[in-house]
């Protein structure tokens, strides 16, 4: 596969888009008013600058998070349906089983620097590593933005951080928040795996089925705060839906 195949050339821009949504997006929330803030007091000057770097490193840096564990998340959805460790055996071709340097292991760019083949065999890897590892990346930097950069904005019953952006919501956390975020994040990352194994017509693993429903239905019994919205809690359904939508909702819960 030469640098011209159009698979290579549509992943290498897809990167090089996503890395600058990464960095202009978050950039552009320090330049958009919000409410209650008065205009005289958005950041002006080296103030403005260091404010949309911040926003745009922390940006960055939840993308190479989230492409980071679409990485590893091929390797699970490879390796446990066959028994393999995710663990004590390094990232290996599937096809020569040679060991992936260091260098080439990289997320999204590895694929892209090696033109989709292996350095030792120069079979071709399957798009379906780079296109995973860019679309968690996604979402991990999306969920970022949503809530816990907004202060929580997105969540429901529950009042938004008056301290938000980069600095507010990452850098000086709300630990309550930051637990919802992590916790949405490892369903997210959990649900994405098993909705991949299902694609490939494998069978999750006991293992990974029990590690689910007990991250998902356990923590929030250690931690309640994890519910933003109490469950039984009826002024909180009627505010959210129609009363009868609430009725409903709590007669099926309970």
Do not use: K
């Not at 490939?200 to 007990?214: G, N």
């Amino acid at each position: 596969m030469s640098w011209s195949s159009r698979r290579v050339r549509v992943i290498f821009w897809l990167v090089v888009i996503t890395l600058l949504a990464a960095i202009v997006l978050p950039a552009l929330r320090v330049l958009i008013a919000v409410p209650g803030r008065a205009t005289d007091e958005l950041p002006r000057g080296w103030e403005l600058a260091q404010a949309m770097a911040l926003e745009s490193l922390t940006g960055l840096w939840f993308l190479a998070v989230g492409a980071s564990l679409g990485s590893f998340l091929n390797v699970v959805v490879y390796r446990m349906p066959r028994g393999e460790s995710v663990i004590w055996r390094p990232s290996y071709c599937p096809r020569c089983h040679c060991p992936i340097r260091l260098s080439d292991n990289l997320p999204m760019l590895g694929w892209v620097r090696l033109r989709g083949r292996c350095r030792d065999c120069w079979l071709p890897i399957s798009l379906r590593y780079p296109v995973i590892e860019l679309a968690v990346g996604w979402m991990v930097f999306a969920l970022s933005q949503r809530e816990l950069v907004s202060g929580g904005a997105n969540l429901p019953a529950r009042p938004v951080n008056s301290r938000s952006g980069a600095l507010g919501g990452v850098w000086s956390p709300d630990w309550g928040l930051l637990g919802l975020f992590g916790y949405h994040l490892l369903m997210l990352v959990l649900l994405t795996g098993w909705a991949l194994m299902a694609w490939d017509r494998r069978r999750p693993p006991r293992q990974y089925v029990m590690f689910a429903l007990l991250a998902g239905g356990g923590l929030p019994l250690l931690w309640p705060d994890l519910h933003p919205l109490p469950l039984f809690d009826r002024e909180a359904w009627q505010a959210l839906v129609a009363p009868a939508t609430a009725e409903r909702t709590l007669a099926l819960l309970s």
